[in-house]
């Protein structure tokens, strides 16, 4: 995997508040590496490691997105919500950003027919066929219509598996991440103090609760794999 320059500015990463971990109480001890300091009671993580990692996924995205892979990106916290789906779109990569359904990886074949029941409901309403049923059967069709949009719409061109998913809070999204575990899908975490590094291929100590420091991670991830999609598109 070719090493590439990402422009990641640690004063930016400062300035995101990257840096501030949990309080020191609650921590997890395999994190102790990517650890640099404790103040007033919070650990501060590493930044330069931090860039280190950061730069990997960067190229580990970017060779993927090249080769035309599929990304999935899953963070349903409220903090992160906007921001993923955000980072999702403007790289054309799928997102779960509301709750993880249970299994929606490991038995893939029941999230298919969710999908195809929503898109089948989406052409409908488009068609403007809703209309023309009896009320209460079009308010039953809208309300899992809506529902399905909720859980379902970030995945909605979803045919597969995804290659590689990435993680904004490997806490809140742990069944998520055990998926991908049992599946063997590589997967790329923000890592706060309170988490285990050795869960996830690629783990970016960060943290995962300030909506700057979500978004300044994303926003790199994103870039590459954008830059990647180029040379995908320019090099078939």
Same mark, same amino acid.
């Given at each position: 995997?070719?090493?590439?320059?990402?422009?990641?500015?640690?004063?930016?990463?400062?300035?995101?508040?990257?840096?501030?971990?949990?309080?020191?109480?609650?921590?997890? @001890?395999?994190?102790?590496?990517?650890?640099?300091?404790? *103040?007033?009671?919070?650990?501060?993580?590493?930044?330069?490691?931090?860039?280190?990692?950061?730069?990997?996924?960067?190229?580990?995205? #970017?060779?993927?997105?090249?080769?035309?892979?599929?990304? @999935?990106?899953?963070?349903?916290?409220?903090?992160?919500?906007?921001?993923?789906?955000?980072?999702?779109?403007? +790289?054309?990569?799928?997102?779960?950003?509301?709750?993880?359904?249970?299994?929606?990886?490991?038995?893939?074949?029941?999230?298919?027919?969710?999908?195809?029941? #929503?898109?089948?409901?989406?052409?409908?309403?488009?068609?403007?066929?809703?209309?023309?049923?009896?009320?209460?059967?079009?308010?039953?069709?809208?309300?899992?219509?809506?529902?399905?949009?909720?859980?379902?719409?970030?995945?909605?061109?979803?045919?597969?598996?995804?290659?590689?998913?990435?993680?904004?809070?490997?806490?809140?999204?742990?069944? +998520?991440?055990?998926?991908?575990?049992?599946?063997?899908?590589?997967?790329? *975490? @923000?890592?706060?103090?309170? *988490?285990?590094?050795?869960?996830?291929?690629?783990?970016?100590?960060?943290?995962?609760?300030?909506?700057?420091?979500?978004?300044?991670?994303?926003?790199? @991830?994103?870039?590459?794999? *954008?830059?990647?999609?180029?040379?995908?598109?320019?090099?078939?």
């Amino acid at each position: 995997m070719t090493r590439r320059y990402w422009n990641i500015n640690l004063e930016e990463m400062m300035e995101a508040g990257v840096h501030f971990g949990h309080g020191t109480r609650k921590w997890n @001890l395999r994190m102790s590496p990517y650890i640099s300091a404790k *103040c007033k009671g919070i650990h501060i993580l590493n930044l330069t490691r931090t860039a280190r990692f950061l730069s990997e996924a960067c190229d580990l995205v #970017f060779d993927a997105s090249s080769r035309g892979k599929q990304f @999935l990106i899953v963070g349903t916290k409220n903090k992160a919500a906007d921001s993923v789906a955000r980072a999702a779109i403007r +790289a054309r990569c799928h997102y779960v950003n509301k709750k993880w359904l249970g299994g929606m990886l490991t038995n893939w074949s029941t999230t298919e027919t969710r999908l195809h029941k #929503f898109r089948d409901l989406r052409m409908e309403q488009k068609a403007g066929r809703l209309t023309h049923l009896p009320k209460r059967d079009a308010a039953v069709l809208k309300r899992q219509l809506s529902h399905l949009q909720t859980y379902l719409g970030g995945i909605k061109y979803m045919t597969g598996l995804p290659d590689i998913i990435i993680i904004v809070d490997q806490q809140e999204e742990y069944t +998520a991440l055990r998926e991908c575990i049992t599946l063997g899908i590589p997967t790329i *975490c @923000l890592t706060d103090t309170n *988490c285990d590094p050795d869960l996830a291929d690629i783990s970016i100590p960060a943290n995962d609760d300030a909506i700057a420091s979500i978004r300044l991670i994303l926003t790199k @991830l994103v870039f590459a794999i *954008c830059e990647g999609r180029s040379s995908y598109i320019r090099n078939p």
